[in-house]
């Protein structure tokens, strides 16, 4: 705890003062950071690239709490972390977790030029900036001598009051924007009771669907139901798990086959069991004629 | 510590984004791309900031995080409307005006 304050205020203050804690904290989280954002870009699940995302803004925020910017760092683990990523989740899991990309390439050795390009703009960035004076840090001014917040506030509601003016009519323009584009127009009337009765006894299945069969060995909402005459029916499974079945390579419709045929194996040797203990009183589940 | 170093950091990171965008095809993890790179636009400007030992740096970098918010909120929206009119996330997909 006294390690973390010490190093708050050496970073925080946003003095020159170069701390050990400060270093080896910069190099973990800007190896964390990089890492975390390499494997974003090379990974192809999305759902991991989230959770590669959420790494490096967490280790950013981290970094703008040892600049002096605490209020920024708050700002970046709600608002971003909290918020945007989890709507990116949320848009996920609407779309389907499984959307994995593509690994061909529609034009050709795009990757490759993509890589060249990037090593490129890596190389002017840092030529330019290498030229460019990168002074020291100054020790905070008399704006940020009341504190980060207060004087962040100072300047938005005085020198930039009317960009953040603007900012609040850009935010409802988005959630308008966000209102008219995710929603859906009804095409046709919203069907009635009455005529979804119809339609159910129409289409030939009054009853509800059936449940899910129980086996001697199988017990599990993918397994196909048993009709009564011997059959199986795949519409007591859901399709989104008889999806995740052909996914996951399994197949139900075996283990039912194979199912049955264990049961049949056990319903023989219990009467093979019944027929050599004979006539003996209370031992079978049924008991025969001649006893009584 | 000096803020040449988290400007570095920046730049590294505003180029794996760059790459991401032109590399990923998946709607969403180009998006995340962006995010990312604006992250690192963000980096930078907190790291002037303390270098000219005022808050006008953290003061825009806040306006970027709101104006990513927004842009968030839109992409997505738009994206799965995508999704709704042609059933794919893949930016390979949506080529009505290529030809």
């Given amino acids: 705890m006294s390690h973390a304050s010490h190093l708050l205020a050496a970073g925080g203050g946003g003095t020159n003062l170069d701390s050990i804690y400060v270093q080896v904290l910069y190099w973990i989280l800007a190896i964390f950071a990089v890492g975390a954002a390499i494997a974003m870009v090379c990974v192809r699940r999305a759902v ?44 996920l899991m609407l779309i389907g977790v ?80 966000a209102m008219v584009l995710a929603h859906r127009e ?8 009455r005529e979804l009765a119809r339609r159910r006894v129409t289409s030939g299945h009054v009853a509800p669907e059936p449940p899910p069969g129980v086996y001697a060995t199988h017990d599990a909402v993918d397994m196909p139901a048993l009709l009564p005459d011997g059959s199986t029916t795949d519409r007591s499974v859901s399709p989104a798990i008889a999806q995740r079945d052909i996914e996951l390579g399994r197949e139900p419709i075996r283990s039912v086959t194979a199912d049955l045929a264990a049961e049949a194996r056990i319903e023989a040797a219990r009467q093979v069991e019944e027929a050599a203990a004979g006539g003996a009183p209370g031992k079978g589940r049924a008991p025969g004629k001649d006893e009584r | 510590m ?98």
Wanted: aromatic residues 10%; hydrophobic residues 60%.
């Fill in chain 1, 98 to 177: 499984s959307s994995a990309d593509s690994l061909v390439e529609t034009i050709r050795g795009q990757r490759l030029w993509a890589g060249i390009a990037g090593i490129f703009l890596a190389v002017l960035l840092i030529l330019g900036i290498g030229h460019a004076a990168i002074g020291s840090a100054n020790p905070a001014t008399a704006a940020n001598g009341a504190g980060n917040l207060t004087g962040i506030a100072t300047l938005i509601f005085t020198t930039y009051v009317f960009p953040f003016e603007v900012t609040s009519a850009l935010l409802i323009t988005a959630a308008l924007a």
């Fill in chain 1, 48 to 91: 991991h690239c989230a959770v590669m995302l959420a790494i490096v803004m967490l280790a950013l925020a981290v970094m703008y709490a040892m600049q002096g910017a605490p209020f920024l760092a708050f700002v970046q683990v709600i608002v971003y972390t909290g918020a945007v990523l989890m709507l990116f989740l949320f848009v």
């Fill in chain 2, 2 to 99: 000096s803020p040449a170093y988290y400007v570095f950091l920046a730049v590294i990171l505003f180029v794996i984004g760059g790459v991401g965008v032109l590399v990923r095809r998946n709607a969403i993890v180009i998006f995340m791309c962006v995010e990312l790179m604006l992250n690192a636009c963000n980096l930078a400007f907190v790291a002037f900031a303390r270098m000219h030992g005022n808050l006008d740096g953290q003061v825009v970098a806040f306006f970027v995080m709101v104006v990513a918010a927004a842009e968030v909120v839109v992409g997505l929206a738009i994206l799965m409307a995508i999704y709704r009119a042609r059933k794919s996330a893949s930016v390979d997909d949506a080529n009505l005006l290529k030809y």
């Fill in chain 1, 186 to 193: 009804r095409t046709a009337p919203k069907p009635t009771q």
